[in-house]
């Protein structure tokens, strides 16, 4: 493996919520539960936790192996290369997805002149871009670029706070708990079920001793953030523009004025929110790129990129018909994603169990 596609731990926790920000940002996460929307987003991220949890354990008992290739150690050739071609549509439609998320946005919010092939297209050639160069080179620009959106997140909830009315999360249990366990189920789905194709990046993180540890911290950290725009959301904005609005946040963001006179600051969020979406499309985009290679058995990954990614962006264009549609298929998406991030990393950790394949310990390398 080459260095361009190794990374350290650091650039893994950052690429990770690069990742899990995404189109996070963009839509109305959680309005099934209304005032608890916050409440959702913790049962959500705590959901998202055991999903975490199978993977890297399978990434443990496989050390240096992605989904591909222990999908077929642990269920024979046939079955596990059938698993390893349904993860790769997996990576594929979930980047198709964010691609159109994101072409949407600007076409709604910024760009409404511009033709939605343009958008998609132009961020989809700057990811196959990166992803065509390596892995590392695309983690090394996440650790730049991610912590300043964390920056701006928090300095925004500051300039928010004289907007905040805290009577909006009352009632906090209004609503049947039926909904808020419909919100928090959709959350863990979306979007910290997602990180399951991490499971083609972590063979490649070191050392790999410390991932596991790594990928908990980073979860519970982007639970800590969303929760906190959740509940910013809901004092700011109140239930009913927050669940009606396509995109609450940059609604939200648009709220601030400083001084009085200085308005507009959301253009600075929007900007950091384009790199998490070009994180995301990129892991996506390198996972689809990296299994192929490893399903057919291929020295390199590189040739690949181009044609998959011109697939994906047919793919985007064809997924919705509106933005409507878009946000609907959210609670599809939780249903639809259930066997790739729970079903079948469960069956594949609990057969390695069954034959006695250990888990390894204290790998470095």
């Known amino acids: 493996m080459s260095e361009r596609e ?10 990770m919520l690069g990742f899990l920000m995404g189109s996070t ?44 290739g222990y999908s077929r150690l642990a269920l024979g050739r046939t079955a596990g290369g059938l698993v390893g071609l349904l993860y790769i549509w997996y990576g594929f439609h979930l980047g198709a997805l964010v691609l159109r998320n994101f072409g949407e946005f600007f076409l709604t919010a910024l760009l409404p002149t511009t033709p ?12 196959a871009f990166a992803v065509r160069h390596g892995l590392e080179p695309v983690a090394r620009s996440a650790q730049v670029l991610v912590p300043l959106l964390v920056v701006m997140v928090a300095i925004a909830a500051i300039l928010l706070a004289k907007e905040a009315q805290l009577r909006h999360l009352r009632p906090w249990l209004s609503d049947r708990p039926v909904s808020i366990l419909q919100a928090a189920l959709t959350i863990m789905s979306f979007p910290f079920g997602e990180t399951v ?5 972590l063979p490649r993180v070191r050392p790999a001793r410390k991932v596991s540890g790594t990928v908990m911290r ?3 950290a982007t639970t800590a953030l969303l929760t906190l725009l959740a509940a910013l959301g809901t004092v700011v904005l109140g239930v009913q523009i927050r669940g009606t609005s396509r ?12 001084a009085d006179f200085v308005t507009n600051l959301d253009a600075l969020v929007v900007g950091a929110w384009v ?19 490893e399903w057919l058995a291929l020295q390199a990954h590189r040739q690949l990129v181009l044609p998959i990614g011109i697939l994906m962006v047919g793919m985007s264009i064809l997924v919705y018909q509106d933005v409507s549609e878009m946000t609907a298929f959210l609670n599809i998406w939780a249903v639809y994603s259930v066997p790739f991030q729970i079903l079948l990393p469960l069956l594949l950790l609990g057969i390695a169990h069954l034959r006695g394949q250990p888990a390894a310990h204290g790998q470095d390398e």
């Open 116 to 127: 939605l092939s343009v958008i998609i297209l132009t961020l989809m050639l700057l990811c």
């Open 6 to 15: 190794q990374i350290g731990l650091g650039q893994l926790s950052v690429l």
């Open 247 to 258: 995109f609450p946040t940059l609604t939200m963001m648009r709220q601030i004025i400083l």
């Open 197 to 201: 194709i991490f499971a083609m990046i």
């Open 275 to 293: 790199f998490t979406g070009y994180c995301k499309v990129a892991v996506c985009l390198h996972f689809c790129a990296t299994g192929l290679a």
């Open 25 to 68: 940002l963009l839509l109305p996460m959680g309005a099934p539960a209304k005032e608890a929307a916050w409440i959702a987003t913790i049962l959500g991220g705590i959901g998202g936790l055991g999903i975490a949890f199978i993977y890297t354990r399978l990434a443990l008992r496989f050390p240096g192996q992605g989904i591909s």
């Open 218 to 220: 980073t979860m519970l």
